[in-house]
C-alpha cells in the first residue's frame, strides 16, 4: 500500500510540474520512464514522416519494461514494411537544459535519438535540436541543429565507449545564443550560430533509413532493434 502511495504521489508532482509554466509549459520536469503517464507523453502512431523515414509511427513500439525503462522498437511487420517508434511530451519547453540516461539500438541503416523539435504541424518555424546515434558506430554520437529549417550543423563526438552496451546520460543546455551539448554530464561541443529560440517538445525515436546511404548505410533489415530511456529530465533557466 506504501509503494502504491508513493507512486500515485509521485506522478503527482510530475505533472503539477510539466503543467508549471505557461508560454513555454515545464519549468521543471523530470519522469522515470516506468510507465505510459498520458498526461505528460503522447505516442505517435498510424503515420510516416516520408522522405528519409523508412517505417511508419506505431503506439505499440513504445512499451515499458518489467524493470522500469521506456522501450522503442523498429519492427516489420512484413516483408520490406518497418514500424518504428517516437515518444514526445504533451508540453513545449524553451531555453533550459535536457537531459536523458538512455541506451541507443546498434545496427547499419538506423538512428535511435532524444531531441527537441516544434514545426509547421505545431503551427510554428521549424527548431530542432538533437542528440543522434548512428546505428552504424555507437561508439560515436551525433549532434546537430535546425533554425527555421536550416540545418547543417552536424558534429560527431567519440565518447570513447559502446554506448549500446549501457546507460549513460545525454544532454544539452540550450540558451538564447549557445548550445552546449554534455555526455555523463562532462561538455563535449558548443554551437554558437544561429541558435534556435522557439520553444518544442521533448522527443525520442527510433527509426530505419532509405536514400541516406551516405550517411547512416545501408539498412539490412535486420529486427526487432531496441532502443532504451530510463529517465529523462528539464530544467529551465
Known sequence: MKKKWLAVLCTSLLVLTAQAGTTFGATEFYEPMTYHN?????????????????????????????DGKLRLALTSPSYNKFDGAEYRTTFKSGYGMYQANMKPAKNVGIVSSFFTYTGPSDGTQWDEIDIEFLGKDTTKVQFNYYTNGVGGHEKVIDLGFDASQSYHTYAFNWQQGSITWYVDGVAKYTATSNIPKTPGKIMMNIWNGTGVDSWLGSYNGANPLYAYYDWVKYTSN
Not at 46 to 64: H, K, P
Open 38 to 66: 498520458t498526461q505528460t507523453w503522447q505516442k505517435a502512431d498510424g503515420y510516416s514522416n516520408g522522405g528519409m523515414f523508412n517505417c511508419t509511427w506505431r503506439a505499440n513500439n513504445a512499451t515499458f519494461t518489467s
